[in-house]
């Protein structure tokens, strides 16, 4: 009985592959749409944000299935790490495409004591499988969920699609000359329309830096910020500059360390994109409560206001924006997110 069902699985598994790989433009379609028409929902109606998060988190997680799907094996090729790193890599993916879903249908749903509770697991795990790719894999400094999965399109143009799955007749890759019996390759086998005579990009190496003291010091201080600031939280209250001022230091002095580190060990150059991702992260406090509410919103409106009145057609497309700013603050610019 179980080796039927077994079978039956596994035949379904490859059915769903192969239609995905003679898909692959419909499915990247229909996570564009899916995420296309969740920005529309926001704040139209009662359970317009759970609504609209779900559509967005399902988009995401298509990608990741479509990824899965379509060639498991360079899942995270990048990161050139072990089998069990990459695994745990996308056991993150996983959570952090739904992690805002569960979170809002939570706090609707049951209450805000369910809520923190979800967030308080949600954050205890990823601490723990971080750290694990941190202390125990040597995956070197995490990277963020956009640069972690290879995604459909890339795989498509670095992995020739199997004519047996796409039913096309296989394209020869050479011929043999009738009166000079040479082997040349044909012209069906090129791999673009033209040549190019450009030097080759230097290779780029994505091996994981093996981090010094100092930058495991700031990974760490990195991974548990999320753990730091709630628990900052807890005990000072949704209203206190505390939380908001202490994820800022932790932030700040986890670049400080990585930047003094990186002169003894320099970084790659994905760990390098990375750290400019940070930094540029900094800016985003600006946005998150209780500055927001007390400093930025008014002077966030005041300029869009100012725009409105003076450039014609404006409004046109800053007035959705305003509607959904009020959202997407409360339920992105968290304190605690990386």
């Not at 990974?219 to 628990?231: Q, S």
């Not at 500059?241 to 986890?254: A, E, M, N, Q, R």
Request: aromatic share 10%; proline share 5%; hydrophobic share 40%.
């Amino acid at each position: 009985m179980s080796r039927a069902v077994t079978g039956r699985l596994e035949g379904l598994k490859l059915q769903c592959s192969r239609w995905v790989q003679q898909n692959d433009d419909l499915c990247s379609k229909l996570e564009t749409s899916l995420r296309v028409f969740s920005y529309l929902l926001a704040g139209r109606f009662e359970w317009s944000r759970e609504l609209s998060e779900l559509l967005y988190s399902t988009s995401n997680l298509l990608s990741v299935v479509h990824v899965c799907v379509t060639n498991p094996t360079r899942l995270f090729a990048s990161c050139q790490i072990d089998s069990v790193g990459r695994r745990i890599k996308l056991c993150l993916n996983l959570v952090e495409c739904v992690e805002v879903f569960l979170e809002l249908f939570a706090a609707k749903a049951i209450g805000h004591r369910a809520r923190w509770a979800l967030i308080l697991a949600i954050e205890l795990t990823k601490f723990s499988l971080n750290g694990f790719l941190l202390f125990v894999s040597k995956a070197g400094m995490g990277v963020s969920t956009i640069d972690r999965l290879v995604t459909p399109s890339l795989i498509k143009e670095k992995e020739p699609s199997d004519p047996s799955l796409t039913g096309e007749p296989p394209v020869p890759q050479y011929t043999v000359g009738s009166r000079t019996n040479i082997r040349i390759r044909t012209i069906q086998s090129a791999k673009g329309a033209s040549r190019d005579w450009k030097k080759p990009a230097p290779a780029v190496d994505t091996r994981p830096t093996r981090l010094n003291p100092y930058q495991l010091s700031a990974e760490t201080l990195y991974i548990g910020k999320p753990l730091i600031y709630l628990t900052t939280r807890f005990a000072s209250g949704t209203a206190s500059y505390k939380p908001w001022l202490t994820g800022f230091i932790v932030d700040f002095t986890s670049l400080l360390l990585h930047t003094y580190g990186s002169q003894k060990r320099p970084l790659n150059d994905r760990e390098q994109s990375e750290m400019r991702r940070r930094t540029a992260m900094l800016l985003v406090y600006m946005l998150r409560s209780p500055f927001y509410d007390d400093v930025s919103e008014a002077k966030l409106l005041g300029l869009f206001a100012t725009i409105t009145s003076t450039v014609p057609g404006s409004r046109l497309l800053l007035k959705p924006l305003l509607d959904y700013v009020p959202q997407w603050q409360k339920v992105y610019f968290y304190n605690w997110a990386k």
